[in-house]
DNA sequence: CTGCCCACTACACACTTGGA
DNA sequence: TCCAAGTGTGTAGTGGGCAG
């Protein structure tokens, strides 16, 4: 066996796996690293591409072949080689011939991560030379040219079908670089889609001749284009874990639960597993949804794990407050599209012990307002029995209010407001005192009557402002307003409900009842008013006005 | 009116799942 | 392998609907 043979792998039939302990020994890592193989994959495209520009050749010939660098081996594939030598190995096997830089063979991954630049890739730049070749000469000299080749597969053994699988089998590419060359620049071509395409579609290139159509390769192909479908839907759908997870910490919170919208989702959900959402998409017939691509998906992700349930718990805390029956979740939760009925009740749970730490913590802050007021609740009983009777019962809710912005009241507020109303229950207001008050707030109302007027008359379509000379002027401005109130989202104010209570607020026509009420509502939410009581706020809950109003002033001060 | 069946709700507990 | 989160199932209590 000559070198040369050796190191294309020539030599004979029999010189396939049971021969790669010889050539590992016969070309260690020094002889990879020799002169030859330093040898660069620009000069020999170069030299094929200046070869083919003079005389296109549709096959290389044996002087090609031996002028072809060949790939290194490595060390580690090469014992796995050894040990599976029966079998054609799926990864990377040893080549047993040396190799340049530039001729590996370009992993897919590494073609969609961008890290190698297929388009530019010396073998598609060498395809595409020759193309530009043939497409100059005639029809029938390709023609002829293809039967050539075809008639040199014949010669050798092969047909088309043999050849192409033994190309793409990888047994034979990776052991010899010409072989590992040619399946490259397939792989790499763009023609390769169109070859693809063809397959499964034969095109009609006489659409006047009513001739059948060539049979594809549909049947074969289909199954294969599924197959991989599925798994690169697989992947993605693996990537779309973390964006439709979440945490119980935070999960039943308003800024989770509502902090999303499906637009945005699909627009996520778009970059992270573009094939599964292009899919979704497409299968509408009429027009695509993103809120059904979005709803799908999460019911398909969370068939495959629960941790993804971003959508399903959104859904469930609405369809709770929405009234939806237990039997109704059970329904959904089938469907994958709401959590299960135990973990709505204890999100509901759990949602009103984190609002009550909340608003123990927001007390202690800023000033708040309590409001309480009767609940009346009917206990309807269609078969009333003399021991089981309807019932109207009576009790109180109470919520209380927070605004973080606002000023504190004064720590007197509540003895001011008291002191006033006693006063005022003696000498109540006189209509002189009402005119008094009234034109004193006409005075400072004054500008604001008057912009009202002007408004009327500038802003009507007949006098056209726009094109008045004096449309800047002060005298045509609004006034600013008295006393503004803020506004934007510090201004917002805070509103939290807490637990009513079996204590009919009707019985507020003493004080007594009052406090009685009070310290119900204490009871039923006691993490809650434990802080109160901390703030020593109790002689303002104890405030006579509270039995008036419903009303009650809360201060940290 | 009674008895039976069913629905709903709350709860406990064993089990499954998935991540660390 | 452990643990947290979630699921599934069984049980008890309550009450509505319906037939007899």
Redesign the pocket.
Known sequence: MSNVDAVLGHSSSSNTQSTSSEHIESFPRAAAESDLLSIGRDERVSEVSSKSSIEPSLALDDDDEHDLPELDSDDDNLEEDINTDSEPSQSRCPSPTPSIDGDEELDPDELKAGTTDSAESPQVLRTRALRQTLEQLSEDEIERRMLANLEALKNTGFDLALMLDFLCDGKYTTRNATIRYARTALMCSDELPNIFRCCLKPPRWSASAKKKRATGGRKGLAPVAVDWCLEVMHKEMDAL?PLLT?D?AT?VRAESLTGFTFLELHARMSVVAPTLVQFMDSLPRRRSSPVITVTTISQLMYQ????N?RLQKTFSIYFKFKGL???GFDVL?ALGLV??H??I?KAIRRMSRMTLDELRELVQKYPWVLTYDNVVILF????Q?LE?LQKLTSGTAATAYLKPGATPLPASATQDLKEQRAANLDSPITIRRVLDLAAVGNKKLRPYYAWLLLAALIHSPDFDLSTYKFKDHTLLQKPPPLNPLPIGKDAKSMQFLLSSVNQPEASRVKIDATCTITSAIITCASSFWSTLFKCKIWSVVDWAGAWVCGLTFGSHD
């Open positions: 874990g979440t119980t999960d495959n794990n629960w941790s349930n029956t237990a039997k939760h959590m299960s135990s973990w009740s309807k009983i269609f078969s029995r089981n």
